[in-house]
């Protein structure tokens, strides 16, 4: 069975903190996607990261890095000198080898505060 | 910009009343389209998967005669709160595929749906 665990449910941090946002994967396919999407206050979905199965290497794109470890079926995303407007909640998810079908983590609502 | 359209943005509804949602891949054509429900600082949860030209096939627990899903074309699905209640209440969002062209799942911006 697919499932994306987020232990956390609700993070603070002030402006300019570093904070890492926790995400944990199960799955019996050798091929599937791992996604980080977040969602502000209005509610749209903002994607940022898929990476596939097969690639581990890790990503950094401006504050955010994500961090890759099939070894622990771990996909961590951090962000680096945090700003107010990354305040939102973020999602981890998962899909089949097909790209289409979702399965979301309970999400972790980020507040940065200033 | 947008791929996916999706309207209303917010709707108000009476209770016994139903609403329809429509969900458009923009520039893209979408045989697949998914409905999922949000629950205020809650996950979203897949309901159905829409099929262009057939039958949505509906995760456990999602009642098909409450929720109706029709997917006419292939830019365009619709799902339909039925005789809406106050526990409808939620955040329903849509998303297609672009297969073929290695890009992420596109979501729409949601509708936030009140039943009074």
């Known amino acids: 069975a697919q499932k994306v665990t987020q232990a956390q449910t609700e993070i603070s941090v002030v402006e300019k903190e570093d904070v890492t946002l926790d995400c944990v994967y199960e799955t019996r396919d050798t091929t599937y996607y791992l996604f980080w999407y977040k969602q502000p206050p209005s509610g749209e979905l903002v994607f940022l990261i898929r990476?596939?199965?097969?690639?581990?290497q890790n990503e950094i794109s401006g504050r955010y890095s994500w961090n890759f470890q099939k070894s622990t079926s771990s996909f961590n995303f951090t962000i680096t000198a945090s700003q107010v407007v990354d305040s939102a909640v973020y999602f981890c998810a998962l899909s089949d080898n097909t790209g289409n079908q979702f399965y979301f983590g309970t999400g972790t609502s980020l507040t940065v505060i200033p | 910009g947008a791929v996916v359209s999706q309207h209303p943005s917010w709707v108000i509804c009476k209770s016994g009343t139903s609403v329809k949602i429509e969900c458009r891949s923009l520039?893209?054509?979408?045989?697949?389209m998914f409905w999922y429900r949000q629950f205020p600082k809650q996950s979203l949860m897949l309901m159905a998967t829409s099929n262009e030209g057939s039958k949505a096939t509906y995760e456990q627990g999602v009642e098909k005669d409450k929720f109706l899903i029709n997917h006419a074309s292939l830019t365009l699905s619709t799902l339909t709160v039925t005789s809406a209640h106050p526990e409808d209440s939620s955040f329903y969002i849509c998303?297609?595929?672009?297969?073929?062209?290695?890009?992420?799942?596109?979501f729409g911006n949601g509708t936030r749906l009140t039943v009074t």
């Open positions: 998303s297609a595929p672009r297969t073929g062209l290695n890009s992420p799942l596109h």
């Open positions: 990476r596939n199965s097969f690639d581990e």
């Open positions: 520039d893209f054509q979408a045989t697949t």
